[in-house]
Each structure stands twice: as C-alpha cells, then as structure tokens.
T-cell receptor, first 109, second 115 residues
Framework: GIQVEQSPPDLILQEGANSTLRCNFS?????LQWFHQNPWGQLINLFY???GTKQNGRLSATTVATERYSLLYISSSQTTDSGVYFC???????????FGKGTLLTVNP | KAGVTQTPRYLIKTRGQQVTLSCSPI?????VSWYQQTPGQGLQFLFE???????NKGNFPGRFSGRQFSNSRSEMNVSTLELGDSALYLC??????????????FGPGTRLTVL
C-alpha cells in the first residue's frame, strides 16, 4: 500500500514565525488531506488537496502530485496553532486513508 | 449541518469484556470509516463501510468487527478486550457520490481504556 512520510517530526517556533511541513507519499494519490489534531483528539480538516494549491487564511497547501509531495505552510504562527499536524493519503482503488506519523508543532509566546 | 458524532466519548473496560462503539455520519454521507490511534502505532485504518457493505478492512484481528445500518450509522465491536486495545477510536464519514470529492470528516473519537 501507499507509504506516507512527514517531516520534521517536531518543530518549535516563536509566535509570529512561518513554517513549512512536508509530506512525501510513495505512489499516485486520489485523495490527500491535511489535518490538525486538537488537544482533545479530534482531527480538524485543513485541506483536501490531491493536487494544486489552496489557501485558507494564514494556512496554505501545495501538492505536486507528479513529484509525490505536499507542503503545508503556516504563516505568522500563533500559540493556538500548536498541536499535531497529519497528512493522509489514499491511492488506487482502496478506500482507506494512510496517515503519516505527524508533525508536532509547538508555538511559544 | 451537524458533524460526525461518536458515542460514548470515554469508556473504561476490563480485559476479556467486549465493547460497542457508535458513529453517526454527517447527514447524507454514505461512507463510514473507522481508525484506531495509539501512541505506538499512530493512526491505523480498521474498516470502511458503504451502503451497509464493508468495502475495505485493515490488518486487525477478527475480534474487531463492524457494521453499517440503512441510515448510514455505523457500529464497531471489539470482543475479548486486551490491554493493547486501549486507544482513541476515530470515525470518519464522506459523501462518496459521483462528482463529489472524497473528503473525510472525522468525529471527536471514543477513548477506550482497557484495565
């Protein structure tokens, strides 16, 4: 099945800094999503982005499907951005999302 | 529109017992998937249902089972609980109709503790 790798595993920032999270996947995808897991465990949808670029406020994402990677950009980070960010991908004809191990982001005031 | 709901939110069981978790998808969504999240293994796919049929199953023992009802609500059952089944169980739903994206929306999860 598809393999998903995220980097870096941990990231510590000062409030106001920008960051880039990376997701590499091993095969062509028909679904790629970015999530933020809140402290209570819920996965919050950030982007559905199997290809192309999207922006939502301070967050944006780009997926280059031909090169099998996706990037999540966080600009002007805030303490509330802290948490774990997951990339998940689906490829082929199966119906499961394969998750990366996540990036733990800590934004200090 | 209400999001994905899961009940109960927290559950404590002892080894050997069985447990049933429930998931109500977003109204109109026909696909329901279940995932297990543990610190050691991360997020792992359990199974996916569409129109009451299991379309995909992950690499979990037969003690893990599920079903979907005609209203798209889903339940998963774990029998003969083991300590290692302690985890956050997440349910996701998606529309899965022609022309729609395959965006998965997750519920708040059920945190199961096995003592």
């Amino acid at each position: 099945g598809i393999q998903v790798e995220q980097s870096p595993p941990d990231l510590i920032l000062q409030e106001g800094a920008n960051s880039t999270l990376r997701c590499n996947f091993s095969d062509s995808v028909n679904n790629l999503q970015w999530f933020h897991q809140n402290p209570w465990g819920q996965l919050i949808n950030l982007f559905y982005i199997p290809s192309g670029t999207k922006q939502n406020g301070r967050l944006s994402a780009t997926t280059v499907a031909t090169e099998r990677y996706s990037l999540l950009y966080i600009s002007s980070s805030q303490t509330t951005d802290s948490g774990v960010y997951f990339c998940a991908a689906r490829g082929g004809s199966n119906y499961k999302l394969t998750f990366g191990k996540g990036t733990l982001l800590t934004v200090n005031p | 529109k209400a999001g994905v709901t899961q009940t109960p939110r927290y559950l404590i069981k002892t080894r050997g017992q069985q447990v049933t978790l429930s998931c109500s998808p977003i109204s109109g969504h026909r696909s329901v998937s279940w995932y297990q999240q543990t610190p050691g293994q991360g997020l792992q796919f359990l199974f996916e249902y569409f129109s009451e049929t299991q379309r995909n199953k992950g690499n979990f023992p037969g003690r893990f089972s599920g079903r979907q009802f005609s209203n798209s609500r889903s339940e998963m059952n774990v029998s003969t609980l083991e300590l290692g089944d302690s985890a956050l169980y997440l349910c996701a739903s998606s529309l899965q109709t022609s022309g729609s994206t395959d965006t998965q929306y997750f519920g708040p999860g059920t945190r199961l503790t096995v003592l």
